[in-house]
């Protein structure tokens, strides 16, 4: 049974940094296809960025790109979202997700194409 858990949320200031990590059990992440998405209140889903092992990776949203970075360790099966420079508008609930495909998925920003996914984990941006 694969088990995502994010944690590393929390509070803090505009142009504060923060790293959110993914903790994957149940199945090792080397070269699998992984995903960030945010959930902010009364919005939908969006994907803030990926990582796989093909060219062009890792890939970001527009609106993260040079701010956020996306690295992972698979001896420790985890993935990480460093956040820098964040604004009150990256308040949200932080999520990863995988589809355990190696492949780079078609619509890849589209939740609905990721079967499994962490809790999420809450990072709120005071001004």
């Known amino acids: 049974q694969v088990q995502l858990v994010e944690s590393g949320g929390g509070l803090v200031q505009a142009g504060g940094s923060l790293r959110l990590s993914c903790v994957v059990s149940?199945?090792?992440?080397?070269?699998?296809?992984m995903a960030w998405f945010r959930q902010a209140p009364g919005k939908q889903r969006e994907f803030v960025g990926y990582?796989?092992?093909?060219?062009?990776?890792?890939a970001y949203a527009n609106d993260v790109k040079g701010r956020f970075t996306i690295s992972r360790d698979n001896t420790k099966n985890t993935m990480y979202l460093q956040m820098n420079s964040l604004k009150p508008s990256d308040t949200a609930v932080y999520y990863c997700a995988t589809p355990l495909r190696f492949d780079r998925l078609g619509d890849y920003q589209n939740p609905l194409e990721y079967p499994y996914w962490g809790q999420g984990t809450q990072v709120t941006v005071s001004s």
């Open positions: 990582s796989s092992r093909g060219p062009g990776s890792p």
């Open positions: 149940g199945h090792p992440i080397t070269g699998y296809f």
